[in-house]
């Protein structure tokens, strides 16, 4: 007899198990660290005075160096606005 085995299932085994995992997995972008004045204790030289705060207030939310963001100093992440309701003691 001069049958020679053969594949039942034809085709690269390797190809299909890649195919039926699913897509590569492809990471998120990593966005930069933010800086010192996103910090809740920033330093001395990232909190505004009432002089910058008016300057601050008059110019185009564009045009403004943090956006929305005003730097404040906070004693701890706790007091922070967006810990809130986070935490209840």
Same mark, same amino acid.
């Given at each position: 007899?001069?049958?020679?085995?053969?594949?039942?299932?034809?085709?690269?085994?390797?190809?299909?198990?890649?195919?039926?995992?699913? $897509?590569? *997995?492809?990471?998120?972008?990593? @966005?930069?660290? $933010?800086?010192?004045?996103?910090?809740?204790? $920033?330093?001395?030289?990232? @909190?505004?005075?009432?002089?910058? @705060?008016?300057?601050?207030?008059?110019?185009?939310?564009?045009?403004?160096?943090?956006?929305?963001?005003?730097?404040?100093? *906070?004693?701890? @992440?706790?007091?922070?606005?967006?810990?809130? *309701?986070?935490?209840?003691?």
């Amino acid at each position: 007899s001069g049958d020679k085995p053969f594949l039942l299932w034809k085709g690269d085994e390797e190809d299909e198990l890649a195919l039926r995992k699913g $897509p590569q *997995h492809m990471p998120a972008p990593k @966005l930069p660290p $933010p800086g010192h004045a996103y910090s809740y204790n $920033p330093p001395e030289e990232y @909190l505004p005075n009432e002089q910058e @705060l008016k300057e601050w207030e008059e110019l185009d939310p564009e045009d403004r160096p943090y956006g929305h963001f005003v730097p404040k100093k *906070h004693p701890n @992440l706790r007091s922070v606005g967006a810990y809130e *309701h986070a935490v209840r003691e």
